[in-house]
């Protein structure tokens, strides 16, 4: 799995090292993670910058972005077309070890045990977080 939807201008390289790979390509609401990203962005920006422009960073970030969707619809014709999985990403967060297991892929009991605590965990932090973060304004 990618990380990061910008690995993928470097997608041949991956490839080329690791032929057998499995990219799972989850699908979010394209104006959501424009915003995140536009607001990640001017926020880095302003570390370095007296000026940030928020028009041409939402330029910027929607052709960068548009670029890499562009980039990766080529991918199943260019590679193996059963390297990619397309995944929308609230399955992935509903039921990650569900989506692993309909992907072919066996965890051991011990590992998804790990996994689940992990999950029960993290999904405490985040719901006491998500209660003392205030609205994004966009």
């Given at each position: 799995m990618?990380?990061?939807p910008a690995h993928l201008v470097a997608i041949e390289a991956q490839f080329a090292i690791y032929p057998g790979?499995?990219?799972?390509?989850?699908?979010?609401?394209?104006?959501?993670?424009?915003l995140s990203v536009a607001s990640?962005?001017?926020?880095?920006?302003?570390?370095?910058?007296?000026?940030?422009?928020p028009a041409a960073i939402g330029y910027e970030m929607t052709k960068f972005w548009g670029d890499?969707?562009?980039e990766i619809s080529g991918c199943p014709q260019r590679f193996?077309?059963?390297?990619?999985?397309?995944?929308d990403y609230s399955d992935l967060v509903r039921?990650?070890?569900?989506?692993?297991?309909?992907?072919?892929?066996?965890?051991?009991?011990?590992?998804e045990h790990?996994?689940?605590?992990f999950l029960e965990a993290l999904s405490f932090?985040?719901?006491?977080?998500?209660?003392?973060?205030?609205?994004r304004r966009w």
């Open positions: 990618l990380k990061a790979a499995l990219v799972v390509q989850t699908h979010r609401e394209p104006l959501e993670i424009l990640l962005t001017m926020v880095l920006r302003s570390a370095f910058s007296d000026f940030v422009d890499c969707a562009g193996r077309a059963d390297a990619f999985v397309d995944v039921d990650p070890i569900g989506l692993y297991s309909r992907l072919g892929n066996c965890l051991s009991s011990d590992v790990r996994m689940r605590v932090e985040l719901m006491n977080r998500s209660s003392r973060r205030r609205a």
